[in-house]
C-alpha cells in the first residue's frame, strides 16, 4: 500500500510542515512497519520545459517538422515527427545526454537522447509524447502543457516535477501489515488517521461520508445472491456524459502511483479508488443492453452472484475466464456475467472514448468472498487488493456525490441496495483498568484523543467512558482493541516496564524435552555428531524400503520436491547424510533425535496425528569398532543409561529369527503399533541385527546396515555402517506403567558374594538363553532363602572355539536380612547352574 | 586360409564354455579377469580381417561385432547377478549372537571409538534459550509438529478465508493436517494444561515450524520457533515488555536498549514487533542488523480475549500475553552463517567447525 505524502498534507491541517522523514517514523511507531520511502517521477528529474519560438515544415522530408525551443536562456533545434506544435506552446524537453523515462523503441534504442542529424538538420535534443513521460497512452503527439493549471508555473528550462508537482514521495506500508485495516487503503482514510497520530486537524473532501441521496427508477434492480457476503451494491448512471480529457490534477495523481492516463471515464475510477479507497468500476450502460441482449426500454438490472459451471467472460486483461460453479463472485446484467466482482471487468462492456452512458459500481464486498475469487483464478488487481480488505458500505453515497463533482453532472438515475447496515459498535471502557493493561498511565485526556481516529467519546463517570467506533473500524469490538488504539496513540515508550512477581518453583519440562536432552549430551559425550535432518522425505528415500508408502502422511502442496511425506523413522535420512560426507570423512558417527509420524498410529484423542520421539545413530567407516556390538553398546550408554533402564530389561531378537514373525502374526496390533522399525529390517543384515524389545513391544532396532543397501546408496566405501533406532516414546510407554520392582538396588547387609560361573554352550545358544534359565531359577531361589539373593549378574568374559563358546557370568549375592558367606550361596549357585542346563543344554566349566 | 564362417562358429563355441565358467564362479575379481579375457579375444580377432577375401570382410567384421555386444551383455547380466549373490551371501554370513555383549574377551571389550562429538548448533542454542526460560519459572513445553486447521488457525482467532492465512504459505496432507506453521499451536494447549493446575500459565514452548516455500539462502521450509506464554490474572503490557527485556538481556548477556512498533496479528491485541538495538555494532549498523542498527527480534502481544475464550478462559478475568521468534535466524546472527542452508546440511566440516 503507497500513500502520497503531499496528498496527505492537503487533508491533514499543518501536515505540509512536517518532513516525510518525521511522518515515515510516526507511521512506524504507531501504526505500521514503514517499507521505504519512494522519490516520485524520478525518472523524470531530468525533464525541462521547453518553449516552441518557431516551428515549420523540414525542407527535405516529408513527415519531420523542425522546431526552435527555448530551453531557459538558450534556443536549440530539435527535429521531430508530429505535427501538432504551434509557435508558443510549451512542451517537455530530453535534454543531450539524458534518458526517455519510456522507451518506445527498447529494441532499436538504448533511450539516451544524442545529438543527431535528422536529414541535413541538427537535432539537439528531444521533444516527448505524454507515452514516453509514463504520463500517458498517447504517442501520436508531443505533450503539449499549456493547460492554465500550471500557467504561473510555466517557464522555459522549469524542471516538468515542478511544473506538475511531482516532486513529492510515496510512502510505503506492507499490504500483510494492514489486513486489518481497510480504512487506510485510500488517501482520506490515512489523512484521518495521520491526522489523529499527530494530533492535528482532518480536513476532508466535502463529499466525504456525505449522505448524498441518488434517485432512483421504480422497475430498476439489484439482485444479491444470498449466499454471498456483499454489504452494498449501488450504481449510479450518468448520461451523455460529455469526453473530455483528463484534468491534470487527475492526472499527476495518477502519474505519481504509476497509473498512466486511459480516458476520462477510468481515471476517474482510479482516482476515487486512490483517494477514497473505494474501487469503482464504470460500464457502458449500452454495451450492457448489448451484450445482455435486452431492449434498451426494459429496466436496469444488475446482479452479484456466484458463478456457475460454464459462465464464460473476457476480461479487461484480455484473457477469456470459463467458471466452475461457486469458483468466483460474478457482477451479471440480467444473468449475463460482466465483470469478476471487485477484481476485473468484462472487455466487451468496458467504457471507451466514445462512451456515452456510464453505469458506474460503487459496491461493497465482503473480503473473503473477493480474496476468495481473486485467490481461486490468481488474479491480483488494484481493485482486488483494497477489496481484500474490509471496505465501509457508509462510504458509498459520498463516493457517488465525488463522481458527481467530477463529472460536472448529477447522476440521471440511481439504484443502491443496501444489505445490511452494520450496528455500530459502543465500547465501555475504564481509565484504571486500561492502566493496568497497558503499565500506562492513561488519562481522560489520552482517551479524548481516540476522538482525531474518528471514535465518539463520551464520559459516563468519574475514569469511565463510553466509546462509538466508527463505521469503518472493524477491526475495533473490544476494550482490549481501545487499549491497542491508546498504545499507538500514547506511544509504547510510555510503558512502565515490569516482572511478573510469581515464585519461581515448581516448574515442570515436557518429558520429551528432558529425555531428548539426556540422550543427547550422552549421544555427545561417546563422540556423536548431532544431525538435524527435515521432518519431510523425498519419494525417493520413501521407496528404499518396498510396501512403506501408504503409511506415511503425504504433503500434496509443496514446491520443494525433497517434501514429499511426512518421516516416519530417521534412519534412511542418516544414511543419506552419511553419504554426503563421504568425500570428506572416512569415519562418521551421527545421530538425530527428532519426531515421527506414522499413519498406523491413528490419532490422538484431539483427532490430530499421534506423534512419537524417535532416536537414531549411524557408525560407518572401516574400523574394528565399527559392528553390532559397538553399536548396541552405543545404544545402552547413549540411550538406556540415561534413561536408567538396564541391558537385563531389554531383549533382542535376530532379524532372521522365526519366533518373532509368530508372534506377531498373532498380534496384529503390535504389528502398527512397531510398523516403521519392522519396516527397517528392509535396510539391516539379517544375521547381525537385531529388534529391540522392552516387555513384548518392539521399541526398536540396531545392527549392521545390508551390503545390498550400502551398494544402492554408494556408501560401500565406508566398509561396515551401523546403526541403530528407538522409539523413545514407545520405550518410556513402560515408564508410565511403573517399572517392575527387581532385585538390583535393594539394599544389602554387609558385602556382596561375588562369583563367577563358566558356561559352555554351542553356537547356536544365545547368551540370552542362560539368562532367561539364570531368570527361571528365581523363583525356587526366592522359596529357599525366603528373598532373592541374586543381585546382579552379568557376562565377564566370552571366549569362542570350534563350535562352541565359554560363557563366563559374574553372580552378585547379596542379603537384606544378613551377611552372607561363600558356603550360603552354594545351594543358590546350584539351582542356577541346574536352571541354566536344564533350559541349554550348557555344561559348566570349573 | 579359415573362412569367417569358421572363425566366428569357433568364437561362438568358445565364449560358451567361457560363459558357462563365469556363470560357475562366486569371487569378483576371477570373473572379471576373465571377462576381460573373453573379451579382448574376440577383439584381437578383428586384426584378421584384413587377412579374409574382400567379399567376406563386411560379413565377419558385422557377424563379429553382434558377437562382441552379445557376450558382453552376457556379462554384464552375469555380473550383475553375482554381485547379487555376493551381496546376499555377506548379508546372511556369518550370524552373530545378537544377544552378547560383546564377541569375544573380557569386560574391557566394551569399547567405543573415541570421536570429538557436537550438538547441533540449532540444539545448543534452544537448549541455551530453555535453559533461561526455565530460571525465569517457564515451564517447558516441545510444540507438536503436524496439526489440524483448528489449532494451526481457527483457536487463534483465523477462521478459514482470513487474510491473514496469505501470510503464511501452508503445507496440507492429504488429511488435512498441517506441519504446523507457528508455535503458536500450542497456546490453547498449554494455557489448559497449567490452568488445569493452578492460576498462572508461564509456559516456553519450543518447536519445528514450516512454510511452503523453497530452499535458498534465506528461506526455508523449515526452522525452529520458539513460544512464550504468560496468562494471568494481573498480566499487563508492561509485564510482556519486562520479560522479553529481562529474557533477551539474559541471552546476550548484556544490557540491551529495545524499540517498539505496532503490528497485527489475529491472535494477539495489541500487536507489536520487538527490535533491539543491535548488540552487535550497538546500532552503527553492521552486516548482523543489515546495516539498520536494529535488530528485529520476535513478534508479540496481549493474547486476544478471543483465544483465550477459545482455551476455556474468561477473558473478563484472565489476560495474557505471547510472543514467539525464529531460532535459525539467531543462530545465524550469533555465528555468523549467512546461508540457512548450512543449518540443515548436515556437513560434519559445518558441524565440527565450532569449538
Known sequence: MKVLKGWLDKYVGGLDKVSVDVLVDKIHHSLAEVEGIEPVGEELREIIVAKVVKVYKHPKADRLWVTHVDIGGKIVTVVTGADNLKIGDFVPYTPIGAKVPVNPYPSKWDGVVRKKV????????????????????????????????????????????????????????????????????????????????????????????????????????????????????????????????????????????????????????????????????????????????????????????????????????????????????LITFYDVPVAIAGIIGGKATAVDDSTSNVAFEIATFDKIDIRTSSMRLGIFTDASVVFSRQ?????????????????????????????QKRKIATIEVDVDRLSGFLDLDVKKTTVERLKGLGFDVKQEAEGRFSITVPSFRFDVSGEHDIAEEIVRLEGYKKVKTKLPK??????????????????????????????????????EQVRLIPNREPYLYRITNAVSPEVSYVRNEIVTQLLWTIRSNKASFRRVFMFEIGKVFDKRWGQTSEQVPVEHVAAASVMAGDDTFTDFYTVKRILLSAVMEPLRIKSSELGFVRLDSPVLNQVLNRYQERRKRSGPILDLKALFAPVRSAYILKGDTIVGILGEISAKIKHQLAIEEFGKVVALYVDITDLLSFEKDGRKAHGIGRPIKGAPIIQDICFVIDNNTFIADIEKGIRAAVGEIQNKYGEDIVRDFFVIDIYPYENNRNVTFRFVFGSEKRQLADKDVTKARELIINSVVAATGASVKD | MPSAQKIIDRLSLQYKEAINKASKLEDLEAFSRLRNKVISEIKAQFGVIKELPPEERRYFGASLNQLLDEVQARFEELGAQLKERILQKMDFDNPIDVTAPWHKGGLDQQKIPLLRGNKHPLTEEIEKILDIFWGMGFNLYWGRQLDDDYHVFDALNIPPGHPAREAWDTFYTEEGFIPTTHTSNMQIRVIKDQLAKGDVVKAAVVGRTFRNEEVDATHSHTFYQMEGVVVHKKASLGELLGVL????????????????????????????????????????????????????????????????????????????YAWGFGVDRLVMTKLGIDDLRLLYSNDLNVLARRK
Open chain 2, 245 to 320: 527485556k529481562e529474557f533477551l538481556e539474559r541471552y546476550f548477556n548484556k544490557k540491551i536498549e529495545f524499540k517498539v512498533i505496532p503490528a497485527h496479528f489475529p491472535f494477539v491485541e495489541p500487536g507489536l514487533e520487538f527490535s533491539i538495538k543491535c548488540t552487535f555494532c550497538d546500532g552503527k549498523g553492521c552486516s548482523a542488523c543489515g546495516r539498520k542498527g536494529w535488530l528485529e527480534i520476535l513478534g508479540a502481544g496481549m493474547i486476544h480475549p478471543q483465544v483465550l475464550e477459545n482455551a476455556g478462559v474468561d477473558p473478563q478475568v484472565y489476560k495474557g
Open chain 1, 118 to 329: 535528422l536529414v541535413g538538420i541538427e537535432s539537439e535534443g528531444m521533444l516527448n509524447s505524454e507515452y514516453e513521460l509514463g504520463l500517458g497512452s498517447d504517442h501520436s503527439q508531443i505533450m503539449v502543457l499549456n493547460d492554465t493549471e500550471f500557467s504561473t508555473r510555466l517557464k522555459p528550462g522549469t524542471p516538468l516535477v515542478e511544473v506538475l508537482r511531482l516532486n513529492d514521495y510515496l510512502i510505503e506500508i506492507e499490504n500483510k501489515a494492514l489486513t486489518h485495516r481497510g480504512d487506510l487503503f485510500g488517501v482520506l482514510g490515512m489523512a484521518q488517521e495521520v491526522a489523529g497520530l499527530f494530533g492535528l486537524r482532518f480536513m476532508p473532501e466535502k463529499w466525504w461520508y456525505s449522505g448524498y441521496t441518488m434517485k432512483g427508477a421504480q422497475r430498476d434492480e439489484i439482485i444479491i445472491s444470498p449466499d454471498t457476503g456483499t454489504l452494498r451494491y449501488s450504481v449510479a448512471i450518468f448520461k451523455e456524459v460529455k469526453a473530455r480529457s483528463t484534468p491534470w490534477n487527475i492526472r499527476s495523481k495518477l502519474a505519481a502511483y504509476g497509473m498512466p492516463s486511459h480516458n476520462f471515464l477510468v481515471d476517474v475510477t482510479n482516482y476515487l479508488m486512490l483517494l477514497a479507497g473505494q474501487p469503482i468500476h464504470a460500464f457502458d450502460l449500452d454495451k450492457l443492453y448489448k451484450v445482455a441482449k435486452i431492449d434498451r426500454t426494459k429496466p436496469i438490472r444488475f446482479g452479484v452472484r456466484w458463478s456457475r459451471k460454464g459462465d464464460k467472460l473476457l476480461a479487461l486483461n484480455d484473457k477469456e475466464y470459463i467458471f466452475e460453479d461457486k469458483e468466483a463472485l
Open chain 1, 502 to 539: 510469581h515464585p519461581v518453583a515448581g516448574t515442570t519440562m515436557d518429558m520429551d524435552l528432558g529425555v531428548t536432552r539426556k540422550l543427547r549430551n550422552a549421544f555427545v559425550t561417546l563422540g556423536g555428531t548431532e544431525t538435524q535432518n527435515y521432518s519431510f522425505v523425498s519419494h
Open chain 1, 391 to 419: 471496505q465501509d458500505p457508509e462510504k458509498v453515497p459520498g463516493v457517488v456525490e465525488a463522481l458527481s463533482i467530477l463529472l460536472n453532472q448529477r447522476p440521471t438515475l440511481g439504484v443502491d441496495k443496501y444489505i
